[in-house]
């Protein structure tokens, strides 16, 4: 098969869960002997350019928000059985784009529920790209409490597939009661950083870490250099450098989280963890202890930060059971023990479960269809078409 990948998020570097879950499926692909091709913008702003990682063509193109019709040239040049389009795309325009050209050949790729065309956790709810989302040849999520919410949201059935992007076997036990970190990831708004900072302020003895993520403005960098105790760990290739510096992982997370994954991925190394309720987040906990509600964002301002969100306008939060769960955690030596071990059982169990093939069984069990590539040279002026039609002819011949 010949596979195109393409998101709105970087992937040279990748940076966050969805990329990283990606790159695992299209790493096994590769593996396999099926071509894999990445389209996806440049990290930073930088000019186009092309790069390799594990077998898969990454492709970075310089504002691809702004110029998506160098989706539909790379769709109709590579010709590809499927186009999977990964919901890190805000305004929908590579959905579209894709969607135009090669319909019938899209398989969408539901990450964040606030970058999804629908639903009520949805940024920029658009009815007509929800119905080309609804219309993909499959709907894949990680885990069976976002299969409910797109279920429900837009009606459809759905894969359920988690990526094997946990490492291998044996796991190593990180677990220290006593020192370490108290670590968080991607410190910002939604992701909880004010719980974050204040748990901070209440425990001063402690020390406090964050590692940077796709969310964290120039304001969460200042406000925790503001905190004598806290400092902002920045991204490292291999995730296992930061957690066996850490006592315990916080997820303090105020937004609807689709699953979690460095939830998994602490507890899977003897870690305990400390998460709200929000969303996925209970179901990436798998039965462990330490769940604590939140009130969830309900709104943004219309502004955006740094990092091109919507300002989330962050309700109130009770601390005392935030505050009652670390005291627990830092002080009583055999809750913290039994907890890492719950952790850890849990995870590994979880992770037995998981094989890397799942995706693939899932793309060879569909049927592509071949009709977008008229479709799409329809809409072409006749230079165009003429040179489109040239191109096909030049592949067909080299076959």
Same mark, same amino acid.
């Given at each position: ?12 570097? /990748?940076?966050?869960?969805?990329? =990283? ?98 639903? /009520? ?6 009815? =007509? ?42 796991? /190593? ?73 850490? =006592? ?44 604590? /509600?939140? =009130? ?104």
């Amino acid at each position: 098969m010949r596979i195109l990948l393409t998101s709105n998020a970087s992937y040279d570097p /990748p940076r966050g869960g969805s990329t =990283r879950s990606n790159l695992k499926w299209l790493a096994h692909l590769a593996s396999q002997g099926h071509a894999c091709l990445v389209v996806a913008p440049t990290a930073d702003g930088a000019e186009d350019h092309q790069s390799a990682i594990d077998g898969i063509t990454i492709r970075g193109v310089k504002n691809l928000s702004f110029r998506t019709a160098m989706l539909g040239e790379n769709i109709r040049d590579w010709q590809p059985d499927w186009v999977l389009v990964s919901s890190e795309d805000v305004g929908h325009v590579l959905l579209r784009e894709a969607s135009a050209v090669a319909p019938g050949r899209i398989v969408y790729l539901a990450h964040t529920p606030q970058f999804f065309p629908f639903g /009520p956790e949805s940024w920029h709810p658009d009815e =007509r790209d929800a119905q080309a989302a609804r219309a993909a040849a499959a709907v894949v999520v990680i885990g069976t409490h976002m299969a409910g919410y797109v279920r429900t949201n837009l009606g459809c059935a759905v894969h359920v597939i988690h990526p094997p992007m946990y490492g291998q076997a044996p796991y /190593p036990r990180f677990g220290r009661f006593g020192s370490g970190f108290v670590l968080m990831v991607n410190p910002c708004a939604v992701k909880g950083l004010g719980i974050f900072l204040e748990l901070a302020a209440r425990f001063p003895d402690i020390e406090f870490a964050a590692l940077s993520g796709w969310g964290t403005t120039a304001d969460d960098r200042a406000a925790l250099a503001a905190q004598p105790n806290t400092r902002l760990l920045q991204n490292v290739l291999n995730i296992d450098e930061v957690l066996r510096e850490a =006592r315990l992982l916080l997820m303090p997370s105020v937004w609807y989280e689709g699953f979690g994954l460095i939830t998994m991925e602490a507890m899977l190394r003897g870690l305990p963890v400390i998460a709200s309720d929000s969303g996925g987040l209970a179901e990436a906990k798998a039965g462990t202890g330490y769940v604590v /509600p939140v =009130r969830p964002v309900e709104r943004y301002e219309r502004e955006f930060d740094d990092t091109l969100m919507p300002r989330a306008v962050v309700p109130q939060q009770d601390l005392e059971p935030w505050t009652a769960a670390l005291r627990e955690l830092l002080t009583d030596e055999p809750a913290y023990w039994a907890e890492a071990e719950r952790s850890r059982t849990a995870a590994l169990r979880f992770v037995g479960g998981l094989d890397v093939a799942d995706f693939e069984r899932m793309l060879l069990s569909l049927e592509p269809s071949r009709e977008p590539i008229r479709a799409a040279a329809k809409s072409l002026d006749a230079a165009k078409r003429a040179l489109l039609l040239a191109r096909l002819r030049h592949k067909k011949e080299s076959s």
